[in-house]
């Protein structure tokens, strides 16, 4: 008798892919709305949603229909031509967001590259040579690539690789003072900031915080980089989750959610910087991809006030059940982007083990369980989640 496929595919993958993951069991196979299934047959709810990118859960109808249609009329062209959906998409997300312009990549990763390489030409065009340091937040997270591993401010990512990139500095989080003391060395080209720290473990940051962190960049002419890799495209209950405080960046980095399972990245770049990149400056082979961008369109479309409101309904019942469960010590983050913590001896990862073996899959952030569900998930899947919770913390 031959061998499930699972374990067949498990011996392929651990033969002769790099042994970089410390992956989960199940092979998945196939998924519907917030319902994925894996090879043995086995039906799981999914409050991970590929890490915030499948925004509209497995196989939405419309998103399948956009993606196919392109696929069968172009799947790429390169940058040397214009495209129908790339075009249509830079219009929608500038319109949506009161930016002025779009560049195109394919990660969260390559999106931060991006903005450093624009805050620092945008730096030395206005002020000369050695104003080039990007300036991040202690605990925050910006990518795997070299420089964007360099922006991030956790002492954990700072292995393996040395040299890191120079012309990096870090400061506490939600510490005005510390925030303008380090602008007024004279020496930075940018903040960069996540509004909610999502790998640093689901951490909003303070409203007036990010208000000032904005007077302050205009101060001292200092590009404020939104890093929403993960907190945008309606993640947090708002398109962006810089609406939340009233305040517009010079330049927003976008993925994971936009391409609704697709891989799409994006940089936008308000007026203060709108022509700072030029041609030759920077490129993408695969950015603007046709197929992708047909896929961010679809999206969009799906996003609007209504849609958004009930992703801060189900955000707000989805953090009053977190909270009500035994051995909740706190809840964390925004919309449909939440952290919990657990009382003391309690494990995230083990919490995430024994979902799993219930039929429920959940992530980690730290020493958190973190929740990112689809943007559609239903009110049933929300409670079936919590009961699973429950049963698991009540054992």
Same mark, same amino acid.
């Given at each position: ?11 392929? +993958? ?16 196939? #998924? ?13 709810? +999914? ?52 930016? @002025? ?85 004279? +020496? ?28 302050? $960049? ?14 945008? &495209? ?12 009233? &305040?517009?960046?010079? &330049? ?20 203060? $910087?709108?022509?700072?990149? #030029? ?18 369109? @679809? ?39 939440? #952290?919990?913590?657990?009382?003391? #001896? ?45 049963? &698991?913390?009540?054992?």
């Amino acid at each position: 008798m031959s061998a499930p496929l699972s374990d067949h595919i498990r011996q392929l +993958d651990q033969q002769y892919s790099a042994a970089t993951y410390a992956r989960f069991a199940p092979v998945l196979v196939r #998924g519907e709305g917030c319902t994925v299934w894996d090879a043995d047959g086995h039906a799981y709810t +999914d409050f991970t949603s590929g890490i915030g990118v499948n925004s509209l859960g497995f196989a939405d109808p419309a998103w399948v229909a956009a993606i196919a249609a392109q696929a069968g009329k172009l799947a790429h062209t390169s940058n040397l031509f214009y495209s129908v959906p790339a075009a249509e998409l830079a219009q929608s997300l500038c319109e949506k967001s009161g930016l @002025a312009r779009v560049f195109f990549c394919n990660s969260g990763a390559e999106a931060n590259e991006c903005a450093i390489k624009a805050a620092r030409k945008y730096s030395r065009d206005r002020h000369g040579a050695g104003r080039h340091t990007i300036l991040t937040l202690q605990n925050s997270f910006h990518g795997r690539t070299l420089a964007a591993l360099s922006a991030t401010g956790q002492d954990v990512f700072h292995q393996h690789f040395f040299p890191f990139v120079e012309g990096f500095a870090y400061v506490p989080a939600n510490d005005t003072a510390a925030l303008e003391a380090r602008l007024a060395q004279n +020496d930075i080209a940018a903040l960069m900031l996540e509004p909610v720290q999502g790998e640093g473990g689901v951490a909003a940051l303070d409203t007036g915080y990010l208000q000032a962190a904005r007077e302050l $960049c205009r101060r001292y002419d200092v590009l404020l980089v939104a890093d929403e890799v993960q907190t945008g &495209i309606g993640r947090s209950g708002r398109l962006f989750a810089f609406e939340h405080a009233g &305040i517009v960046p010079d &330049i927003v980095t976008l993925a994971k959610g936009l391409g609704g399972g697709l891989p799409v990245g994006a940089v936008l770049f308000g007026e203060r $910087c709108a022509d700072t990149l #030029g041609r030759g400056d920077h490129g993408s082979t695969f950015g603007g991809n046709p197929v992708c961008c047909a896929g961010a369109l @679809a999206v969009l479309a799906r996003l609007d006030d209504a849609f958004l409101a009930d992703v801060t309904r189900k955000g707000e019942a989805l953090r009053q059940a977190l909270a009500a469960l035994p051995k909740v010590k706190s809840v964390s983050g925004l919309g449909l982007m939440l #952290g919990v913590e657990f009382d003391d #001896g309690i494990s995230a990862a083990d919490i995430v083990r024994q979902a799993q073996e219930k039929g429920v899959l959940f992530l980690t952030a730290k020493h958190k369980l973190r929740l990112l569900p689809p943007l559609i998930i239903s009110d049933d899947d929300i409670a079936r989640g919590i009961a699973v919770l429950r049963e &698991i913390l009540s054992a």
